[in-house]
């Protein structure tokens, strides 16, 4: 699992089979919560960041734009390094606690929040629709998907477990346990705003580690309105925090420099990638990444002295 133990979250979970028998039905149908009301742009967008504990504002902002016509949908807070800073802080403190809940009773609360994202899909969709410009039929069909690995964690959780080791002295035996790695930095596209997080918080969250986010800037109120869903569903605070930001390699800096970050796993493409996750400091850091090479030859220029 990403975050506890060392096994990659390059997984594609399939869906339960009593949700596929009935093809006729529609995928996950059972799951599907019609909405009162059509929702709207007010009722979905969001604007605040979360971290160390509350929802906030922040000095400056950044409009979020529908790609279709252009169209400002909302502002959002703009993180610096100073609030990546205040996460780190309060992420280490949340870290203390949530490795300690019983794994099972982590894959409870994440399941809660896989019930709460069908629950909430037609919002889900459609704010999906307006910062990211897929069709509503595509959206819907990526709230399941991005459900999908929540649902896989929150079964897995309970089986986290290590391993009993034969040695060569037959009257020893050698134990391991798996432990959260610890402190988490995510950094997700624009073109998956909900599938691509779950994907990297589930299994984080679900090993007992905590979870920061740095979403992509085209489309990062889906990510507040999870961390909204994560919260309601009974997610301590600090666990999974959600920092939008303009400029991604300066909030990204601090989380390279700190030694209390752990893992670092990213998904985009080389032109972000490349200023916004420099070679680590002097501590070790476990490195997932996802990028888009548009060249298949290493480059052995020099790059400095």
């Not at 529908?66 to 996460?87: F, L, Q, S, W």
């Not at 007992?208 to 919260?231: D, F, N, Q, R």
Request: aromatic share 8%; with cysteine; net charge positive.
């Amino acid at each position: 699992m990403s975050g506890g133990q060392k096994a990659q979250t390059d997984f594609y979970p399939t869906p339960p089979r009593s949700v596929c028998r009935d093809r006729k039905r529609g995928f996950h149908d059972q799951y599907s919560h019609p909405p009162s009301s059509k929702p709207t742009h007010a009722s979905v967008t969001r604007s605040q960041a979360y971290f160390d504990g509350e929802w906030r504002r922040t000095q400056r902002t950044f409009e979020v734009r529908h790609p279709g016509n252009g169209e400002v949908i909302g502002e959002v807070a703009d993180c610096d390094p100073d609030d990546a800073r205040r996460a780190i802080d309060a992420a280490e403190a949340a870290l203390k606690e949530w490795r300690q809940v019983n794994p099972y009773e982590r894959g409870q609360v994440l399941r809660r929040w896989h019930d709460l994202m069908f629950k909430h899909k037609e919002e889900l969709a459609h704010l999906m629709t307006l910062e990211m410009g897929k069709p509503i039929s595509e959206t819907r069909g990526e709230v399941h998907y991005a459900a999908s690995f929540i649902e896989w964690c929150a079964e897995e959780a309970g089986r986290i477990a290590g391993k009993r080791i034969n040695l060569r002295f037959a009257h020893k035996r050698g134990l391991t346990v798996s432990e959260p790695v610890g402190i988490v930095y995510a950094v997700t596209p624009w073109n998956f705003p909900a599938g691509m997080i779950t994907r990297k918080a589930a299994p984080a969250l679900a090993a007992g580690c905590v979870i920061i986010l740095k979403p992509a800037e085209l489309s990062p109120m889906t990510a507040l309105y999870l961390a909204e869903l994560w919260l309601q569903a009974g997610g301590p605070a600090n666990t999974f925090q959600v920092l939008p930001t303009n400029d991604a390699p300066a909030l990204t800096q601090p989380f390279m420099d700190d030694s209390r970050v752990r893992k670092l796993t990213f998904t985009g493409s080389t032109e972000v990638g490349a200023p916004a996750l420099p070679p680590g400091g002097g501590h070790h850091q476990a490195r997932q990444s996802g990028t888009r090479w548009t060249r298949p030859f290493p480059d052995f220029r020099r790059r400095g002295p």
